[in-house]
């Protein structure tokens, strides 16, 4: 579905992404983890085109993508949720949900797709007149992932889902970010809450200082004694 082969980015003279290579089957959860500053954003920044490419390509649903513009790639089935949220502060639930949808063409059914939304976020449907930047941190967080979803990707990308979350919220988020992928959307998972990552993600890699260094089953990495040391304290 998704599939990176030698990617290279860099800011300047600094090569941030040094040749990696990976893929996402049609239906899987896969992880990227590591620590601050290994390449995870620039990854998924590269991969939306939100960030020129040096070298490499990226294949999605088996088109090339690797020179294609965010909008265009977007209505070709991929879509990012940023870290930190981005929602349109001064619009309203519903207006960033409609928001998300922009490129479609087929209206009759963008009615159903928010209804469907507001079934995994129910929440969203209580404030659907709310200006969303008054939602609360976790509040916003579904509000940019049901505003993806609008797009109708194929392919999800999710940088740091978890962040500034409390943990009942974060087990809230990725037991929906499950229920999304059950229902179809393959899903590329940043998230420096690694023990949560893996828990849920079919197949992961580790990325340190813009390489791949380790990658498996989301199960034989959290039972990992190299990943326990590293990433899930001990």
């Known amino acids: 579905m998704l599939s990176v082969k030698d990617l290279k980015v860099s800011y300047g003279a600094i090569e941030a992404v ?15 983890i590591g620590a601050n500053g ?5 990854t998924l920044h590269a991969i939306s085109r939100l960030l020129d490419i040096k070298s490499g390509t990226i294949m999605l649903d088996e088109k090339e993508i690797s020179k294609m513009a965010p ?3 977007v209505s070709v089935g991929l879509a990012q949720v ?14 960033n949900l409609k928001l998300g949808a922009y490129l479609r063409k087929d209206t009759v059914n963008i009615e159903n797709d928010i209804k469907h939304c507001y079934e ?6 209580a404030r659907k007149t709310q200006l969303a930047g008054t939602l609360s941190g976790g509040e916003q967080q579904m ?12 392919v999800l990308l999710l940088d740091e889902p978890s962040m500034g979350l409390s ?5 809230e988020i990725f037991s929906i970010i499950k229920e999304i992928n059950k229902s179809g959307t393959s899903i590329l998972l940043v998230e420096q809450n690694a023990k949560m990552a893996l828990s849920i993600a079919d197949r992961a890699y580790v990325l340190e200082t813009g390489k791949i260094v380790l990658s498996g089953t989301g ?9 326990r040391k590293a990433y899930l304290g001990g």
């Not at 940023?82 to 207006?95: L, Y």
């Open 18 to 32: 040094k040749g990696i290579s990976f893929d996402i089957k049609d239906g899987e959860i896969v992880a990227l």
């Open 38 to 42: 290994a390449g995870k954003t620039t």
């Open 71 to 73: 909008e265009k790639i």
């Open 82 to 95: 940023p870290e930190g949220r981005r929602i349109f502060a001064s619009q309203t639930v519903f207006e």
């Open 120 to 125: 995994l976020f129910p929440i969203l449907e």
């Open 143 to 154: 509000l940019a992932i049901a505003r993806a979803l609008m797009a109708k990707p194929k």
């Open 167 to 171: 943990p009942l919220l974060v087990k």
């Open 219 to 227: 199960e034989e990495l959290i039972n990992s004694d190299e990943i």
